[in-house]
């Protein structure tokens, strides 16, 4: 919801001092279509180009993301928490056999049903149950392990970043179509330059309203729009950092309530469940 605050304080602040401080909007909007169309279309055209029809998609449901905010709240990290919980009990009481069915139909697995959220999350499913699948066929050195996982994630994080540099590069190309459409605009009024001043200068204004929309579009909107995409990536991106750091310390042969304290000790300090909640959860899981 804060992007329509945002656009909503952009609009009314911009074109509010504009016309509390003399400015017509008369010129403005009868060049804007103009403008708009061969801005705007120059813009999607180019980017169109420039990208492949899947990336086409993931910008689509990255503006969509934008809007939405972050896919992790504070009550899925708990339930994350409880999950890892769960599998890291049985570990250490049963072996990594009893795990077997779970790990590889996690579909079907009495446990993973339990975190619908997290189970409907591709990649989250798969770095459990791949780094389990490890573990089974004794790749069990910490190191290694945690270079492995790094390498999933640093690959994921460049991944779900591409459709936040594409539109990055859409703003950055937006200024100069601006001129291209401003320049358009001089030529059409160098070909009336027998009209009166009044009319010219009428011409002259709307071809500047090409300069504005371009840097007005691409520092206003799709810049920020950008911006905020990668941070929610970011934001997004450690809700695997936490698996991650879970799983490592079970590698390591630590307890299971010691595993989950230290991936809670890896969420975003304003989603952090209290610990004293986390223990009291584990306590519901051990007596179930």
């Known amino acids: 919801m804060t992007v329509f605050l945002g656009l909503a304080m952009v609009f009314g602040l911009v074109f509010g001092g504009f016309i509390l401080s003399g400015g017509k909007m008369d010129i403005v909007m009868h060049a804007l279509p103009f403008e708009g169309m061969m801005i705007a279309g120059a813009a999607v055209g180019a980017f169109v180009i420039a990208n492949s029809l899947s990336m086409l998609k993931s910008a689509g449901a990255g503006v969509i993301k934008v809007i939405k905010g972050p896919k992790w709240k504070g ?3 708990e339930e994350l928490l409880s999950l890892m919980y769960e599998l890291a009990r049985i570990y250490k009481q049963s072996g990594i056999l009893a795990l077997d069915d779970h790990i590889e139909k996690p579909k079907e697995s009495e446990i993973f049903n339990r975190y619908p959220k997290i189970q409907k999350d591709h990649f989250a499913l ?12 004794q790749f069990d050195d910490r190191f290694q392990t945690e270079d492995v996982i790094n390498r999933k994630l640093k690959k994921h994080h460049h991944e779900s970043l591409a459709s936040s540099h594409a539109i990055q590069t859409m703003a950055d190309g937006l200024p100069a179509i601006g001129i291209v459409a401003a ?8 070909s009336s330059i027998d009209q009166p001043p009044e009319i010219l200068g009428g ?6 309203v090409g300069t504005f929309l371009g840097v007005f579009l691409a520092y206003c909107m799709v810049q ?10 970011e934001e997004d991106g450690n809700f695997y ?14 307890a299971p309530n010691i595993c989950i304290e230290i991936g809670r000790g890896a969420i975003p300090t304003r989603m ?9 959860s584990q306590r519901a899981l051990s007596s179930s």
Do not use: C, W
């Open 272 to 280: 952090q469940p209290d610990f004293y909640a986390v223990e009291e």
């Open 126 to 137: 798969e770095l459990i149950t791949d780094s389990f699948r490890m573990l089974s066929m």
């Open 241 to 254: 950092i936490v698996i991650r750091d879970i799983f490592l310390a079970i590698v390591a042969n630590h």
């Open 224 to 233: 920020p729009i950008s911006g905020r995409l990668k941070q929610i990536e």
């Open 183 to 190: 320049v358009l605009g001089v030529i059409k009024t160098m």
């Open 75 to 77: 009550k899925d990290y």
């Open 203 to 208: 011409m002259i204004g709307g071809a500047l």
